[in-house]
């Protein structure tokens, strides 16, 4: 166990709802430190989120996981000492590029799906409820890391959740409606996902409403599309993969297409090697 004396904080690596994360140096080591605000959490009635965080990164070990090594916490804070990822995540790479090249999303798509089906085929299967291009860091090597657990739980055979967890735009209808769910909301994501790397913009609210609308009129309109599933692809998508995004983004989630069948789509077929 560490304390904030023995460590060296060096650049801020990133930013979301909950947290702060730095590089860090640890005897002599580069990690990377999420820094969660106890006072931010509990505002947000999540107190709870950071324990279940940490539990659940604990138990995982898979390549494609960002790996967790520590944690302390103080008075005001909860520390997170995490493998540290050189590279940048989707987000970043989309904004930069605005979309993915077909080979690249091949490739990285492939890997985001394994690593779903490691985490929905444990035995307790965990649901990350938060997937989405900020939480999926990319290395050097174009090897995906699946990063921030802070939404994720576990289920239970039988069991469905209820809470209202996530961000609007990745949010499966069932979600949305307050049905109980369970680990297809993050096969609803992973279609999500997909038509975003290779639009450039998110099925649900297209670039000029992302520009245009105020917040409130944006939930709105996101909404009222993902009830209908109101897909809007533009002219330029792959013809494949916009048969992958329909078999996904279905309205029931029994409909949608299982993990394992989602990596044997032709779309995911014809993937050139990438040079490592
Ligand atoms: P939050 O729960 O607040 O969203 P995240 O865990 O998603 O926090 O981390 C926020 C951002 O920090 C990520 O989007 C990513 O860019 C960066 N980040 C997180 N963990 C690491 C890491 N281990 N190495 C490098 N960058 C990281
Ligand atoms: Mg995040
Ligand atoms: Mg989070």
Not at 118 to 143: F, G, M, Q, V
Not at 221 to 247: G, M, Q, S, Y
Request: aromatic share 10%.
């Amino acid at each position: 166990i560490v304390s904030l004396d023995e460590i060296t904080q060096q650049e801020m690596l990133g930013k979301g709802q909950f947290g702060v994360v730095y590089r860090i140096l640890y005897q002599g080591q580069t990690y990377a430190m999420k820094q969660i605000v106890k006072q931010t959490l509990i505002r947000h009635g999540k107190i709870n989120s950071a324990v279940l965080e940490l539990k659940i990164m604990y138990q995982l070990d898979h390549e494609n996981i960002m790996k967790l090594i520590t944690h302390f916490e103080d008075e005001n804070n909860v520390y997170l000492i995490l493998e540290y990822i050189d590279g940048s995540n989707l987000y970043d790479i989309l904004k930069r590029d605005t979309r993915l090249q077909e080979t690249y999303a091949i490739h990285y798509y492939r890997q985001i799906v394994s690593t779903l089906i490691y985490l929905h085929s444990r035995p307790t299967p965990i649901l990350h409820r938060d997937i989405k291009p900020e939480n999926i860091l990319i290395t050097k090597n174009n090897a995906i890391k699946l990063a921030d657990f802070g939404s994720a739980n576990s289920l239970a055979k039988d069991e469905l959740r209820f809470t209202f967890e996530g961000t609007y735009l990745f949010m499966a209808p069932e979600i949305y409606l307050n049905k109980g769910y369970t680990q297809c909301v993050d096969i609803w994501s992973l279609g999500v996902l997909l038509f975003e790397i290779l639009a450039g913009h998110s099925p649900f609210l297209n670039k000029e409403e992302e520009n245009s609308l105020m917040t409130h009129e944006k939930q709105t309109v996101i909404r009222e599309n993902v009830l209908n599933v109101r897909i809007r692809f533009p002219d330029t998508f792959p013809p494949l993969a916009r048969d992958l995004v329909r078999k996904i983004l279905r309205l029931e989630p029994q409909d949608r297409l299982r993990l394992e069948e989602v990596l044997k789509h032709p779309w995911l077929q014809n993937a050139e090697v990438l040079e490592q």
